[in-house]
């Protein structure tokens, strides 16, 4: 009986054979579990100090925007973290299965099955990460860009690029939502920050107003906001006036053009807008009765239908 009992406690299926499992394999589970979940936090230890070196490096210089290349650097930092991770959790995945007595070959014929199974499902994850790829390579847009993304259906998202993947984009809107937008249903991306950006002021008229005094009025509207120091360093050349760009009835506008940094063009706009109302109404000339200053471009801080109406267009109407 003690024999038995004996046989029985040291036998695979027993205590002693759990056991010796428990001493090999498991702890080998256990460190793959341990060591895919530091190397994941590495890598993303790593990539914060590096776009934290790129952030600081563009907050102690004089810069007033990023440079593509930083902004470029930032979006590979937070690609290669995604890959990394990805590649980390794929390899402790297969070893983890190895060490649980699982044979590997076992699974190419249930893997053949299912990725047949699951390769119409599949294509918009390939082609998200196909898109990603070349949003990447092609330097698109990078962190930071102010961005405008029309998606399958015509649905448009803009915002400002806080995250970029090879699946997603992810954007923060002017109302603070993040908008999480599948690479592969990007059909048109407007980068409205790379390089350098254009303010579009326009301005009606009603139809019988003095064309050559209101030009002279531009023109000295866009000397003057060159000529001021603060603007100064926002704008690329001095603001000019396109003459007119549209004749209805009972109304005629006049648009006001300025080259400026990258995504600075909306805080330009927004100065251009105030001075414009401003010298209008020293020189006693309105605006068309019921229209209003626009841009041409959304102003994520000032919405169109509320540009320079009510109190600014009575102003300007005195």
Known sequence: MTSIAALSFSSP????????????SGLLIVLWVVGSI?????VRWSVDRITGHIDQDFAASDDLVRTEA????HALAQVGAWVAIAIICTIAAFNIIHQMGVPISGFVAPATVLGAALGFGAQRVVQDLLAGFFIITEKQYGFGDVVRLTVTGGTEAEGTLEDVTLRVTKLRSSDGEVITIPNGQIVKAANLSKDWARAVVDIPFPSGV???RVNDLLHDVGEKAFEDAKLNRLLLDAPTAMGVIDVEVDQVTVRLVARTLPGKQFEVSRTLRTRIIRALG????????????????VDPEVTPSSALRGEDASEAGR
Do not use: Y
């Open 13 to 24: 299926a027993g205590t002693l054979g759990w056991t010796r499992w428990l001493l090999t």
């Open 70 to 73: 930083a902004k470029h650097r």
């Open 210 to 212: 003095d064309m050559g």
């Open 38 to 42: 530091l190397a994941i936090r590495v």
């Open 282 to 297: 020293q020189a006693g000339i309105a605006l068309a009765p019921g229209s209003a200053i626009t841009t041409s471009s």
